[in-house]
């Protein structure tokens, strides 16, 4: 089963600052990533995905994806505090079900 | 725009009990997921269907069953509770088109045994 991995954080931010989070997998074969944000006690709501090498970009978010380092991670542009939240990495197995992180607490100070 | 639909929000049962979980998906999305979220654990994938066929299973317990019906709505049963079934259940829905399609989460069930 593949593995994907991220810091646990938390990781803290002030205000307005850029937030990065990162996650690695294990299967070199992986051909998609999903980013998604869960307020506690909430669902997975989803904020990125990505398929290719490089950047992806929708508004305050980036994600960038590097197949040959095996690193996918999401950048935070201006945070806000009610970007705090816990992000979770994902990547699909064969059938589609995801496979995610252990996610990063993030914690945007004002 | 229609979003995944779970019933009930919220659920406490005793334990031995059983409970059933309703998912409806998103309109013409024809793959249904679901997972379980322990706290402070990422979620966890039980079971999925494709067209109303199982497609997949998880690390779901012999307690559980589930299946899709002809509208795509699908259901979780789960038989015989224990303590360690309290938890968030999710159902998500995509469509499918091929390897990693996009799945959308629902609001989930919390679902605490007694």
């Known amino acids: 089963q593949k593995e994907v991995e991220q810091n646990s954080g938390p990781l803290s931010v002030p205000e307005g600052a850029i937030a990065s989070l990162n996650c690695t997998y294990s299967d070199r074969g992986s051909q998609s990533f999903f980013w998604y944000r869960q307020y506690s006690g909430k669902s997975p709501e989803l904020i990125m995905s990505i398929y290719s090498n490089g950047d992806k970009e929708d508004g305050r978010f980036t994600a960038q994806l590097n197949k040959a380092s095996q690193y996918v991670s999401l950048l935070i542009r201006d945070s806000q505090p009610s970007d705090s939240a816990t992000y979770l990495c994902?990547?699909?197995?064969?059938?589609?079900?995801?496979?995610f992180g252990q996610g990063t607490e993030l914690s945007v100070k004002p | 725009a229609a979003g995944v639909i779970q019933s009930p929000r919220h659920l406490i049962k005793e334990k031995r009990e059983t409970a059933t979980l309703k998912c409806y998906p998103i309109?013409?999305?024809?793959?249904v997921y679901w997972y379980q979220q322990g706290p402070g654990q990422d979620p966890q994938f039980l079971i999925s269907f494709y067209e109303k066929m199982q497609s997949d299973k998880g690390s779901i317990p012999d307690r559980f069953s589930a299946q899709q019906f002809s509208d795509y709505h699908s259901e979780l049963n789960m038989s015989s509770l224990e303590l360690g079934d309290s938890a968030l259940y999710f159902c998500a829905s995509s469509f499918r088109q091929g390897a990693g399609d996009t799945q959308y989460f629902g609001p989930g069930t919390r679902l605490t045994v007694l």
């Open positions: 994902a990547a699909p197995e064969q059938g589609g079900k995801l496979i």
């Open positions: 309109p013409r999305h024809d793959t």
